[in-house]
């Protein structure tokens, strides 16, 4: 599915790539790429690079506190990180409030549909699709305005490979730098 929505154009994650370039353009001197000492192609290659290397940052730390939750829900482990061990307890209390017992939910549920479809749900119920999207920093966390359409477009598709008709979609967004989450759940003509 990800897969898929990734032909679609993405304006906020074009730009959010375009800051990251310009950041380390700045941040250069203090990287240790001197911009007199390269032809500019050999400067451009340099700071791409850089670029990489941060921006990889964010997926690992997302892949991180997935696998964490996936414990924590999953297996009942408790995380040793004070901030790990906040976000999950804080995404338990979301989804204790907002659908009930947490036993109902199987995480990361891989699949492939007769429609078509294929992925992997980080939470799934009868009548659930979750998924998590995580923000580094708290400058980036912003309850109530941080879901796209192509977040809706993802738990679509998953919810009718996994659920059928009749589903709830959410996502939880989870700030990893002080623990905060929000639940959003989407209207079904949304979803639709």
Known sequence: VTTVLN???KPALANWKVDQHLDTV???S???VDP???SLDEFKAKIKAKTRERMDEAPKAGTAIHEVLEDYIGKGKRPLDKTELLICKNVEELLLEHCGDLDQFECEKYFLSDKGYAGCADLVSD???IDYK??????KFKPGKMSFPDHRR???AYGKALCGEGFKAANIFICLETGE???DEHKPEQVE
Do not use: P
Not at 134 to 139: F, L, M, P, V
């Open 7 to 9: 032909l679609l154009d």
């Open 26 to 28: 700045f941040a250069s």
């Open 30 to 32: 203090r990287l240790g």
């Open 36 to 38: 007199y000492e390269y």
């Open 127 to 129: 009548g659930w699709v």
């Open 134 to 139: 995580s923000k580094q920093t708290a400058d």
């Open 154 to 156: 993802q738990l679509g």
């Open 181 to 183: 989450v929000d639940f």
